[in-house]
């Protein structure tokens, strides 16, 4: 049975809780508008402020499958979305010809069929699931190159893909697209356009100690609040790179 998205602002707050998640009002308003209007989720921020944390929350609290893409400079289609299995493929025609197949019609229209199709993250993700449209994260988008953010630009518009030799894969019901930057780059504004934005900061100090408190419950109210208050400190500091959460 499919696990429904939450219908309001508190609804989607009390969601990231049931996922040991501390979010405010302002990141639970526009999870709620995102999943609502079916539009991905644009997260942005520093190093470790829990923003591949809610792709994998959605996915646990909504019981739906979860898609990864992990971008990294170069990543191209074929990694991210399909490629065909030119080895099995080769072994399809050595076969056909021992077996004296004269038919060359038929043999490329079976070599070029979803048997030989490997499906890469962006592909799986357009496919049907029964427990509902699935999460799909596509993480550190600063780090991959602008053409491959200029496809994906076409691909979040109407979530298909479309493959030459076999035709157009549609997703019946979009998934559920949360995608991450650290702003190693700025990411053209085109694509932001087609998401809702979030920019995640550091936590207030109480917000800190309530992630402490779910993460590691045995921590006394005093340790709790010197970690907290020393971490804080520490991302004052004029530091190469400043701590997560
Ligand atoms: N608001 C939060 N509530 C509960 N846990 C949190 C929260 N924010 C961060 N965390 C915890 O902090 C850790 C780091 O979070 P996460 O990996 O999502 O960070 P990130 O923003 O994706 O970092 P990076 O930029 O390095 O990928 C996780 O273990 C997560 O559980
Ligand atoms: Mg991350």
Redesign the pocket.
């Known amino acids: 049975m499919t696990v429904s998205l939450p219908d309001s602002i508190e609804g989607c707050l009390s969601l ?1 809780r049931r996922g ?4 405010d009002r302002s990141l639970a308003t526009t999870l709620f508008l995102a999943l609502k209007m079916g539009r991905p989720l644009f ?1 942005e ?10 792709a ?2 959605l996915a646990q609290v909504l019981d739906r499958s979860m898609v990864r893409l992990q971008c990294y400079e170069g990543l191209d289609v074929a990694s991210a979305v399909y490629e065909w299995n030119y080895q099995r493929q080769m072994i399809e025609i050595r076969l056909a010809e021992a077996q004296g197949v004269t038919n060359r019609d038929g043999l490329g229209h079976d070599i070029f069929s979803e048997r030989f199709l490997i499906k890469r993250p962006l592909l799986r993700a357009l496919e049907s699931d029964k427990r509902g449209p699935q999460v799909l994260l596509i ?2 988008l600063d780090r991959s190159d602008e053409p491959f953010e200029a496809y994906l630009l076409e691909l979040l518009g109407d979530f298909q893909v479309t493959i030459p030799e076999l035709g157009t894969v549609r997703a019946n019901e979009p998934p559920i697209v949360i995608i ?1 930057s ?1 702003r190693t780059r700025e990411i053209h504004d085109a694509l932001k356009r087609r998401c809702f934005y979030f920019w ?1 900061d550091y ?1 207030e100090a109480a ?1 800190e100690r ?2 402490l408190a ?2 590691a419950p045995g921590v006394g109210e005093r340790l709790s609040a010197q970690v907290v208050a020393f971490v804080h400190e520490l991302r004052e500091a004029d530091l190469f790179k400043r701590p ?2």
């Not at 040991?20 to 979010?23: A, E, I, L, T």
């Open positions: 990231l040991d998640y501390v979010g997260l921020g520093e190093v470790g402020v829990g923003k591949t944390e809610i994998k929350v993480d550190e991450t650290n995640l936590p917000r309530e992630i779910i993460k997560g959460i």
